[in-house]
């Protein structure tokens, strides 16, 4: 309680310049957040979202940067399920064609290959059936015994290859089947495409370019039910792609949402208007700062950490309205007070969740890093506009209330003034 009392006479005593310093954010905050807001700030390194491991000799990312040398990216290849074999082909021979004319007219893919169980299987067996029948008819025991012992012997191997019968799918080795065999049993439905080598499989711009080359020559229903015709895209890169798409499409309608239904609380709380504005101008001129600190130290959203801006909103808004509400049951008599006796717990509250958040900044996990990091500065943030500067703007209001004669002769227009 002694802490936040000095805490309130050190605000009340600076109060004058610290108002000074917030019109001077104010407008910096707001065009940081415009900034922000106009690039894309996504994250599209995967290494930059998974767990720090160490890449010297002998560790494991070390000998998996050796395995990518020597298979390149066929190791990693994305998985496309059709509808039955017949789509399953059908797509894998579009494919395999888009890739022949792409290196036929010199023009890079980041797709190079494509591999199917009809692949391995013979095709048009009946036609090739009739071929093999006139070819039988010249290893007719008749004819071998007129060759010498050496040819007599390759002929008969020969007459065992020429197969009579169709060649069965149960036929193939085991170790081909076991790739496109299916948990339920189903077989052939399964096409791999493996990237090229100048394909980053770390960069998501470059999956997502992936996605583009196959979606152009097959129908995709990504989390759909197959139907005939469709084919379901499946790799483990291609969930981060469905996540950023997601995040970029409904985060910003979802941040939006949460801001005004905070709103809306606020508005049901105090039911003036000047009171709402006061508290809910304070809370976007902290978000403000928070998204234009992120602009700054160029920190970028993911998946992972996009969450912690409507968090904020609904967590940060609580430290302005407890101060001013202490201050309007105070019936306005003076800020300085209402900080004195509530900024405490205030302190206490947003400093128990920062270090929450803090912890979560020696994360493995780089994501997890960057959420506690956001986490912390929109924290910071909100509470500084919150027991700081709004403390002090409202003690500058107190100041001309008490001495209106000295506020006019020294007025100067300012733009959160006339707001409020």
């Known amino acids: 309680r002694d802490n936040a009392r000095k805490l309130a006479q ?3 005593r600076n109060r004058k310049p610290l108002t000074w310093i917030l019109y001077v954010l104010v407008p910096i905050a707001i065009a940081g957040t415009i900034i922000y807001a106009s690039k894309d700030r996504f994250e599209y390194s995967l290494k930059k979202l998974s767990i720090k491991v160490s890449e010297g000799p002998g560790s494991e990312q070390y000998f998996m940067r050796r395995v990518d040398t020597i298979l390149g990216n ?25 890739i022949a004319d792409a290196k036929a007219a010199g023009k890079p893919l980041f797709i190079s290959s494509v591999r199917w169980l009809d692949q391995f299987y013979p095709q048009d067996q009946q036609e090739k059936l009739a071929v093999i029948k006139d070819l039988r008819r010249l290893f007719l025991p008749k004819y071998l015994s007129m060759l010498s012992p050496q040819e007599r012997e390759w002929g008969q191997v020969a007459l065992k290859a020429l197969k009579a019968e169709p060649f069965k799918t149960e036929e193939l080795p085991e170790m081909v089947l076991r790739l496109f065999r299916e948990v339920d049993g189903k077989i052939g439905r399964v096409v791999f495409v493996a990237a090229s080598q100048d394909a980053v499989l770390s ?26 015709g469709q084919v379901l895209f499946a790799s483990e890169s291609m969930i981060f792609i469905d996540i950023l798409a997601n995040v970029s499409s409904e985060g910003p309608i979802v941040t939006l949402i949460c801001f005004l239904a905070v709103g809306g609380l606020i508005w049901s709380g105090f039911r003036k208007l000047k009171e709402f504005l006061i508290v809910y101008t304070f809370l976007s001129l902290g978000m403000f700062a928070f998204i234009a600190t992120l602009q700054f130290f160029e920190v ?5 950490n996009f969450i ?16 001013y509400y202490r201050y309007k049951a105070d019936h306005e008599r003076s800020i300085t007070d209402a900080v004195a006796s509530t900024g405490f717990a205030v ?17 493995k996990n780089q994501a997890m890093a960057s959420f506690g990091l956001m986490a912390v500065i929109g924290e910071v943030s909100c509470l500084a506009f919150a027991m700081v500067f709004m403390p002090a703007w409202l003690g500058m209001r107190e100041d001309r209330r008490k001495h209106p004669e000295t506020s006019h002769a020294h007025k100067t227009p300012l733009v959160l003034e006339h707001a409020l």
């Open 10 to 12: 050190v605000i009340h």
């Open 74 to 98: 066929g190791s990693n290849a994305s998985m496309l399920i059709a509808h039955d074999r017949e789509d399953a082909h059908r797509t894998a021979q579009a494919l395999e064609k888009k």
């Open 203 to 228: 960069n998501i711009l470059d999956i997502i370019q992936i996605g583009k080359e196959i979606g152009s020559s097959v129908t995709l229903a990504p989390g759909k039910t197959l139907e005939k």
């Open 300 to 304: 970028k959203l993911n998946f992972f």
């Open 308 to 323: 912690t801006i409507p968090i904020t909103i609904g967590i940060g808004v609580d430290y302005a309205i407890n101060i």
């Open 347 to 363: 302190f206490l509250c947003s400093w128990t969740t920062i270090i929450g958040y803090g912890t979560m900044l020696w994360a």
